[in-house]
């Protein structure tokens, strides 16, 4: 491939970047060519993002920058067998699991292809049965720059997951993907596309885990497509180790009379970026999404949600519960556009943060950007400590002040927890979280 | 011994000088009632007495059960039998109503050194209280006082106070907000409480309460101090003459 080699300022990037155009270079051309030509020679006139950045602006890459990456390995099912324990549902469940590790999906063997009502294959092999479908699914949903991350990945996958759901699936779908190298200083660039036809219901869960004596650097975007009338439940599940940096870009397109509650969990991982970017492109496309983001120990966590109401009487309403302690850091900023003709659009923002160590740090930021008569946008953000009524009311009642700090953390997180409807996941979701607050004993005990 | 002891209990909120040497006595199997206008400290009096870290004690003392009230923390408070009935539930969602109750009852019991209730037992417990006091099935999956009415709230905490069955209950305008239905079943629970061992204070804007539950001593409060104690014929004055009185023949 040559076509990112006629860019010029080559001599001013980073170790990095360089090494993302040398991976670049290496790839073999296929279907979709010039998309990742463009993806690419967008990505090295933009760089990485820098503190000019405003929607990076907490989140330096300075050390990131001075690296250099190659390919993770692909690796194969005999060479990696995951541990139960990363398992997010126990094995007696009724789930069905695809494993991806570093991106590559391990198909042949570990999935039973006949899941009720889907229709699952890699997208090696999309790329040559319909390069017509992959392309539409790849077009980019907006100009913004935040996505620099997702054209990174669209320019380098090398191959990921096609999941369509073609009618109603009672089985939750779990997609692992396993991150896991023998070397430092590795990258992976999964992508996986869900579509859900006309009418179809699913649950899909993408659960990031890691293995292995070190982690990837893991650079993964997935594409939600809800066609007229589905229903999509969609986890992203964050819980790799403290030393992985993970950036991950989520687009979701919903046709009219859509429902999507997507739910974004960050248990793990040392640095997390997370965007969302959505559109509501046709009338009465409905979007839930909740975040639930806990910052422990040195984590830091960026999450951008950028939600587009494109047409009449769409709605949004998007849930955020960030918790922070130790050194943590946590970011949340959630934008919502309303074009013009969307009338009657719906949205509500609700952002709360809760500190409990002096050095955490949580930043919310909610905007709206509103181009359309008649529509009822409401925002709410707030970030603070313990309420002081609540805790008084507890200890009043003979409660120690152990017990009442520790039941009201719960509680903050319990409308995000209370909304997920895959009993199994959730209680595997709150054990984890258990783990990362204040008197997991007690908490355990409260369940 | 008296239950309760206040000597010269002064307060302040928010560097405000609230309660201003206030003395009073309550013993067993006794009902007082703290009357007095808006703004006199009734309240305050209340959350000073329940352990409120925002309200700075600043002279007085207040000996309850033989023990130094100010020196120990809410919860200690709570344990040794003492109940503050909320003017201002707090809602707190996420926090199962009923999970409260049995956490409360348990911490009481263990500092009496007995053991915790079981948990089958207990909620017969709370279902024959719950009955008392006509509070809804719905009650026991909801969070503490989510979603509830005014007269909800309070009689979510006359239920507490059933089951928690405390030596002193303060209640603080435990009357306000609710309707003669919810008054009357308030009042029964309240009075069935009271034996000779167990007391109440009850801490009132308006006299209506005291129709249902007789107390034995009342006392005006104005500005932080007690002016006027008497039975309960000084509530019917009190009604009848309005606080002006009080406080005008005590500046005379």
């Known amino acids: 491939m040559s076509a990112a080699a006629h860019i010029s300022g080559a001599a001013s990037r980073s170790p990095a970047l360089r090494s993302f155009e040398a991976q670049w270079l290496a790839r073999e051309p296929d279907a979709i060519l010039p998309l990742r030509e463009q993806a690419m020679g967008r990505v090295l006139r933009l760089g990485l993002p820098g503190a000019r950045d405003e929607s990076w602006r907490y989140t330096p890459l300075r050390q990131l920058a001075a690296r250099s990456f190659v390919d993770a390995p692909p690796a194969t099912e005999e060479a990696i067998a995951p541990s139960a324990s990363l398992s997010l549902l126990g094995v007696s469940e009724r789930v069905a699991t695809v494993l991806m590790v570093n991106g590559h999906p391990l198909l042949p063997a570990a999935i039973d292809l006949t899941i009720d009502g889907t229709e699952i294959s890699s997208l090696k092999t999309l790329a040559c049965s319909d390069p017509g479908l992959l392309t539409r699914f790849l077009a980019p949903l907006s100009d913004a720059e935040e996505t620099r991350f997702g054209l990174l990945n669209k320019a380098l996958f090398v191959d990921g997951l096609y999941v369509k759901v073609k009618s109603r699936t009672p089985t939750p779908i779990v997609i692992l993907h396993l991150a896991t190298a023998d070397r430092p200083d590795t990258v992976s660039h999964p992508r996986v596309i869900i579509e859900a036809a006309p009418g179809a219901h699913a649950t899909i869960i993408e659960h990031h885990v890691r293995q292995g004596a070190y982690t990837p650097l893991c650079n993964s975007a997935t594409h939600l497509a809800l066609r007229r009338g589905a229903a999509l439940d969609h986890y992203r599940v964050f819980a790799s180790d403290a030393e992985s940096t993970h950036f991950d870009s989520l687009d979701i397109v919903q046709e009219r009379d859509s429902t999507c509650r997507q739910f974004t969990i960050v248990l793990g991982g040392g640095l997390v970026r997370a965007t969302l970017e959505h559109l509501a492109s046709e009338p009465g496309a409905n979007l839930d999404s909740y975040s639930l983001l806990v910052g422990h120990e040195q984590r830091h966590v960026d999450c951008v949600n950028v939600v587009r109401h494109a047409a009449a009487g769409t709605r949004s309403r998007q849930t955020a519960r960030s918790i922070a302690s130790g050194e943590s850091r946590v970011i949340f900023n959630s934008k919502v556009v309303v074009d013009a003709g969307a009338v009657r659009a719906e949205s509500q923002q609700s952002l709360r943060g809760l500190l409990l160590s002096p050095t955490a740090e949580i930043d919310c930021r909610p905007q709206l950007e509103i181009h359309a008569d008649e529509v009822k946008c409401a925002h709410g953000a707030s970030i603070g400590r313990l309420d002081a009524d609540m805790l008084f009311y507890l200890l009043s009642r003979g409660l120690d002040r152990e017990t009442a700090q520790t039941l009201l953390v719960y509680a903050f997180l319990g409308e995000v927890l209370a909304a997920m409807t895959v009993p199994t996941a959730r209680s595997a979701i709150e054990s984890a979280l258990i783990t990362q607050l204040p008197n997991p004993d007690l908490l355990r005990s409260l369940r | ?252």
């Not at chain 2, 309660?19 to 206008?37: K, S, T, W």
């Not at chain 2, 909801?142 to 009689?155: C, I, L």
């Not at chain 2, 409060?221 to 509530?235: F, Q």
């Open chain 2, 1 to 252: 011994m008296q239950l309760l002891k206040i000597d010269h209990l002064s307060a302040r909120v928010a560097g405000k000088q609230i309660l201003d040497g206030i003395d009073l006595e309550v013993g067993p199997g006794e009902v007082h009632a703290i009357m007095g206008p808006n703004g006199s400290g009734k309240s305050t009096l209340a959350q000073v007495l329940a352990g409120r870290a925002d309200y700075e004690v600043t002279g007085g003392s207040v000996t309850f059960l033989g023990r130094d009230l100010l020196g120990m923390a809410p919860e200690e408070r709570a344990r040794a039998g003492l109940f503050l009935g909320f003017q201002y539930p707090v809602e707190i969602p996420g926090v199962n109503n009923v999970y409260l109750l049995k956490a409360a009852l348990n911490a009481k019991r263990k500092a009496a050194g007995e053991p915790e209730v079981d948990a089958y037992e207990f909620l017969g417990l709370v279902r024959q209280k719950m009955k008392l006091m006509q509070i809804s099935e719905s009650f026991l999956t909801r969070g503490v006082n989510e979603g509830f009415s005014g007269g909800e709230k309070k009689r979510n905490e006359i239920l507490q106070m059933l089951v928690l069955e405390p030596t002193l209950a303060i209640l603080d305008e435990t009357a306000s907000g609710i309707d003669i239905d919810a008054l009357k079943i308030v009042s029964e629970r309240v009075n069935s409480l009271k034996d000779a061992r167990r007391s109440v204070v009850l801490v009132t804007h308006y006299q209506r309460l005291l129709n249902y539950i007789v107390p034995d001593r009342v006392h005006v409060l104005s500005r932080g101090r007690i002016l006027k104690s008497g039975d309960a014929s000084l509530a019917l004055e009190l009604e009848r003459r309005g606080y002006d009185w009080v406080v005008g023949e005590k500046v005379a």
